[in-house]
């Protein structure tokens, strides 16, 4: 498991843990070091397939209620973590919000591009990391989906109360 830091170009800065297929939910919640969260708070999904007003009155309700509950629940956030769809909306409700809640992204490696890191531009259908997320865990897999298992498996490490939020998916 490597632990790094990354400064975004906005001057947030954020943990990033990257970590093997098999490694141990138990050492990978350690390692983010942050504290056990009263609550979690999961969302999926994309943006695609909504229309420009769906988009903009569903921004509206992760800047209005889901960030503003998750801070005063004292709840944890995960997503993806990529700068698209869902999970930018959920960066930027954070970031509006005082970036008052942990937002955590989990993603394959091989499939996200960040600042200090060398270029993943030659991979087919990457993405950057969105700004505005205080954690993420990197999952050493060259596809989407790949990370899946671990989310799974971090969801439940938590041992907290949880809801999913899914979106267009």
Request: charged share 20%; with cysteine.
């Amino acid at each position: 498991m490597k632990k790094d830091t990354i400064t975004f170009e906005n001057g947030n800065r954020a943990v990033v843990i990257c970590v093997p297929p098999d490694a141990k939910a138990q050492n990978i919640l350690k390692a983010l070091g942050f504290a056990q969260p009263r609550a979690l708070i999961m969302v999926f999904g994309g943006a695609k397939g909504l229309d420009d007003s769906r988009k903009a009155r569903l921004a509206e309700l992760f800047i209005g209620a889901i960030a503003p509950a998750a801070a005063e629940l004292d709840a944890t956030i995960i997503d993806g973590g990529t700068q698209s769809g869902v999970m930018a909306m959920m960066g930027e409700a954070v970031a509006r919000d005082g970036r008052r809640s942990d937002l955590v992204g989990i993603a394959p490696s091989g499939k996200v591009t960040y600042p200090g890191r060398p270029s993943n531009a030659h991979i087919e259908d990457g993405a950057p990391l969105e700004p505005n997320h205080s954690h993420f865990v990197l999952v050493e897999s060259d596809k989407w989906g790949g990370e899946t298992e671990k989310m799974l498996e971090l969801t439940q490490a938590f041992n907290t109360p949880s809801v999913a939020i899914l979106v267009d998916g």
